[in-house]
């Protein structure tokens, strides 16, 4: 399944919903990396088991335990452009990547483009009527998500940078 969608940022016809910088949107996405127990739902805990930097791509593998069964992925954090997630395949589910990129397109005009490829663990990916009204929840579920995201995103802005936990980079 191939699936993408936008989230408006910062919007000139909600005057009342303050406006994130990039660099606060940047660092919210650092954040999720990080910390994704406070992101994602049902993710009990999360462990950075390596990092490593190159140029200006930061690294991360990490093991995340969703309580019934775990996950392993690897996070690339491009400095303040994007971040691509690919998941580890397993017993539990196949290959999938997602993709969060922040884009501009007029100055201070942010929006978060999700772009997720997903297969299932089976490698199946059936066009049957069942497996089609799986697949519009399982998009639907990723929006509400992504939603929670720019949410907690918003929430963390009033302390990020200067206390958001993330470990400084060592190459500069």
Known sequence: MKFEHLVQINDPKLPVVDWLTREQLWMGLVARAWK???????????????IAHSGTVTTLHRRLDYG???????????????????????????????????????????????????????GLNAQDD???????????????????????????ASTLPADHGIPPRKDH
């Open 36 to 50: 994704p127990t406070r992101f994602i739902l049902g993710l009990e805990q999360a462990e950075v088991t390596e």
């Open 68 to 122: 019934a069964f775990q996950v392993e992925d690897t996070i690339e954090l491009h400095d303040e452009q994007r971040t691509e997630t690919r998941v580890t395949p397993s017993q539990h589910c196949g290959p999938s990547t997602l993709t969060i990129t922040i884009e501009e397109p007029e100055q201070g005009m942010l929006w978060l483009r999700f772009q997720y490829h997903v297969q299932d663990a089976d």
């Open 130 to 156: 069942a497996q089609s009204e799986y697949e519009e929840a399982r998009k639907q579920a990723y929006r509400a998500a992504d939603i929670d995201t720019v949410k907690m995103i918003r929430e963390l």
